[in-house]
């Protein structure tokens, strides 16, 4: 072979190599915000969030935000605007997570008491 088919191989070559590595690179920039939140309880008081904990149970981040954007302050704006209704989250999100959890015999969040996540 000559060396131009060669070198036209070995660039096919790491042409090939670097898009395998895009997905793996994508994975690792992604944002995951921060480990714990404060969120606005409104009237109960505020509701300190172990964000990196319920990422690691439920792996799926549409999961809880199927309603509302992953960015600082989008509960309060989605709710602001309407799009989303007062306690819409918790309750449908939520505590029903953390009920299916309880009846599966896993360790679960609280599912009735206000006090156990407002502060």
Known sequence: MNKKVIA???AACFIVAGLSLIPVSGIMAQDNGRPELI????SKGPVPFKHQLH???VKD???CHKDFEKKTGALDEAKNAGTLKAKQVMTKTCIACHKAKKNAGEKSGPTSSCSACHS
């Open 55 to 57: 990422q690691t149970i």
């Open 61 to 63: 981040c549409a999961v």
């Open 8 to 10: 036209t191989c070995l």
């Open 39 to 42: 969120l606005n309880g409104r």
